[in-house]
């Protein structure tokens, strides 16, 4: 019985270890949604105006550009 725990104890650690060292290669960190919906647009005399697409002002009718 103890022998078998032991060897079933032994592959489990054996796979993780194999697991955990087998990608090397770091992965691409792929953009969320909260990080694709982050670009704002704002009108530069207006600044209460604002969008997450570019347009027109509908206040003035200038274009809207990027917030920072």
Same mark, same amino acid.
């Given at each position: 019985? %103890?022998k078998g725990? !032991?060897?079933i104890g =032994?592959? !489990?650690? &054996?796979? !993780?270890? =194999? +697991?955990? @060292? *087998? +990608?090397?290669?770091? #992965?691409? #960190?792929?953009?969320?949604? %909260?990080?694709? &919906? %982050?670009?704002?647009?704002? @009108? ?8 997450? #697409?570019? *347009?027109? @002002?509908?206040? @003035?009718?200038?274009? !809207?550009?990027?917030?920072?």
């Amino acid at each position: 019985m %103890k022998k078998g725990l !032991l060897t079933i104890g =032994f592959v !489990l650690l &054996a796979v !993780l270890m =194999f +697991n955990a @060292c *087998g +990608n090397s290669s770091p #992965k691409e #960190k792929q953009p969320t949604t %909260k990080e694709v &919906a %982050k670009v704002e647009y704002t @009108c530069p005399m207006h600044p209460e105006v604002v969008s997450d #697409k570019p *347009g027109d @002002c509908p206040k @003035c009718g200038m274009a !809207l550009v990027e917030k920072k």
